[in-house]
Structures are given as C-alpha cells and as structure tokens.
C-alpha cells in the first residue's frame, strides 16, 4: 500500500508563490510517475503536473506552464510543486498521485492514477 502526503498549502496574496510537497511511503514505493491535481468547489478534479521518476521528464497543463514547476527527490520519495504567479483562479484543493502500475507514459487523467492524497488547500486572494 502507497500512502501520499501533501504538505505547503496557505493563503497567498495574488502574484505570490508557495511550494508544495507530496511525500510517499509504503510497500517500496516504485510508481513510474507521479501528478499533481487541484479541484476547486463545485468543479471536476484538474491536472497540473506530471513528472516521471526515473528521467525526471516533467508537463504540465497549459494554464500553469510558465508558472508552476515540478520536481522531485528521488532518495526521500518526494514530489514538489513550486508554484510561482498565483492568480484567484489557481485556489483549490491540491492532491498528489501516482499510478498503481505501469500506463500511460505520461498520465494526465484521474482514473490513471490509483493513489491519492489527502490535499491542500491553497487560497489565492485578489
């Protein structure tokens, strides 16, 4: 079993910046990639960014490129998300997960990814 963690969400003025974490643990965590995704209230579950471990080749979603990088420590099981030039409309619940097994070479989906974390909320404020 995987168990993802998010941590780094909070308020942010409009144009400010804030780093996400994901840290993963359980049985040998071996996932070929890893994303992030946010849902706001009342809206679908949105992909940000993807990274795969082992190249370390990272994409995004065309709302976030230019602004949001993801990286990742391969010794502590860690995926970032440096997200730069916030706007109002980037505030949502983020989540970090990877996929149960190999897929997709570059995931973007929900249903591609079985394991999820809890979130954090990241507020924009104008």
């Known amino acids: 079993q995987v168990q993802l963690a998010e941590s780094g969400g909070g308020l942010v003025q409009a144009g400010g910046s804030l780093t996400l974490s994901c840290a993963a643990s359980?049985?040998?965590?071996?996932?070929?990639?890893m994303g992030w995704f946010r849902q706001a209230p009342g809206k679908e579950r949105q992909f940000v960014a993807g990274?795969?471990?082992?190249?370390?080749?990272?994409y995004y979603a065309d709302s976030v490129k230019g602004r949001f990088t993801i990286s990742r420590d391969n010794a502590k099981n860690t995926v970032y998300l440096q997200m730069n030039s916030l706007k109002p409309v980037d505030t949502a619940v983020y989540h970090c997960?990877?996929?149960?097994?190999?897929?997709?070479?570059?995931?973007?989906?929900?249903?591609?990814?079985?394991?999820w974390g809890q979130g954090t909320q990241v507020t924009v404020s104008s």
């Open positions: 997960a990877a996929p149960g097994g190999l897929g997709a070479e570059l995931p973007r989906y929900p249903y591609q990814f079985h394991y």
């Open positions: 359980g049985s040998t965590f071996s996932s070929y990639a």
């Open positions: 990274i795969r471990w082992s190249s370390g080749y990272r």
